[in-house]
């Protein structure tokens, strides 16, 4: 079959399809790169700042905070991150949101790690964590949807949503 397409239009066509891509890509590397951090795992020694336990026992749960000095904090599930997130004194006194590079959680269904800040939280399900009920993030909407009808869920919260006091009611099995 004869292409109608002349060669010279062929690869103009490629050029701009490439140049395009390439654009693409460069104006949108930060939201790619905030979507799947480059996140370092939990050694066997690493602990969770907030209950102790060792995380690398937890890797469907692993949850990890990266300064900019290139050392990491280790959770054993979103519920810990959040406590220390909303309470950086007790946890790590001397550090501050601005050293933060990467927050990152597990998510559900890819077991790949994702920006919390872009995950979707369900609480009040089924899923219990390693510090039972959790925050069971999930990479879109449409997963925490599935995943809040398939488990049971309660509520789906964004990471602003999370406050102390949720976290207080969640340890308590309470998810209003």
Known sequence: MNDPIHPERR??????????AASFAALNWPVLAAQNPQLPNPGPKDTCPVCGM????????????LYQDGHAHHFDGAKDLFKYLLNLPKYASGHSRDDMTAIGVTEYYGVTRIDARAAWYVIGSDTLGPMGHELVPLKTQAE??????????KRILRFDDVTPALLENLDRGKFE
């Open 11 to 20: 690869q103009f066509l490629r050029i701009l399809a490439i140049t395009g």
């Open 54 to 65: 060792f995380v690398s026992l937890y890797p469907d749960w692993v949850a990890t905070v």
């Open 144 to 153: 925490a949807e599935e995943f809040l009808k398939d488990h049971h869920g």
